[in-house]
Antibody, heavy 116, light 108 residues
């Protein structure tokens, strides 16, 4: 059974930083492209960032470019999202997702709340 | 960036009825690389359809997808109680990958 388990969410002040982690099991993580997708409260789904299987290439939505950094450690089967200069617009549930172009396996998500 | 527009915003139907959801792209979706997801209240999104018409593993055959180019459709042939949810389309033919805004299927 594939499991993607996110952690690291929480309450952070505007302008602050946070690092999300996603621990993967039940799939061949080292050959899987991975993405972060977020969903603001009561809103739709928004692609955030993608990293290729070997970590050699990364891509970002314009809304987070220059503020967020995606990375991975294939030896630990773990995906990361380093978020900085956070604003209220970044408040959302962040999902770790396996990507084949389409997104077939989703974690349960971790809530990030940006508020003073 | 390809903008996906889903219609209607909300669909009010009864169990057993047929649901037809539309997803229109602002430009042609390369390779019919379009997926559909279901999100039940309080749950994680679930992949239903990929490649416009291929059902994902474990998805009942009452769900079907069709279309190409800029116009795509998700059809639920007979609504079951667990099908009342929000449905999103997503294109993965070009970067950035984009989602539609969602269609809510609610009980009439």
């Amino acid at each position: 059974e594939v499991q993607l388990v996110e952690s690291g969410g929480g309450l952070v002040q505007p302008g602050g930083s946070l690092r999300l982690s996603c621990s993967a099991s039940g799939l061949t993580f080292s050959t899987s492209a991975m993405v972060w997708v977020r969903q603001a409260p009561g809103k739709g789904l928004q692609y955030v960032s993608l990293i290729t299987s070997n970590g050699g290439s990364t891509y970002y939505a314009d809304s987070v470019k220059g503020r967020f950094t995606i990375s991975r450690d294939n030896s630990k089967n773990t995906l990361y999202l380093q978020m900085s200069s956070l604003g209220a617009e970044d408040t959302a549930v962040y999902y770790c997702v396996r990507s084949y172009g389409y997104y077939d396996y989703w974690g349960q998500g971790t809530l990030v709340t940006v508020s003073s | 960036e390809i903008v996906l527009t889903q219609s209607p915003g909300t669909l009010s139907l009864s169990p057993g009825e047929r649901a037809t959801l539309s997803c229109r792209a602002s430009q042609s979706v390369s390779g019919s690389y379009l997926a559909w997801y279901q999100q039940r209240p309080g749950q994680t999104p679930r992949l239903l359809i990929y490649g416009a018409s291929n059902r994902a593993t474990g998805i009942p055959d009452r769900f079907s997808g069709s279309g190409s180019g800029t116009d795509f459709t998700l059809t639920i042939s007979r609504l079951e109680p667990e099908d009342f949810a929000v449905y999103y389309c997503q294109q993965y033919g070009s970067s950035p990958r984009t989602f539609g805004q969602g269609t809510k299927v609610e009980i009439k």
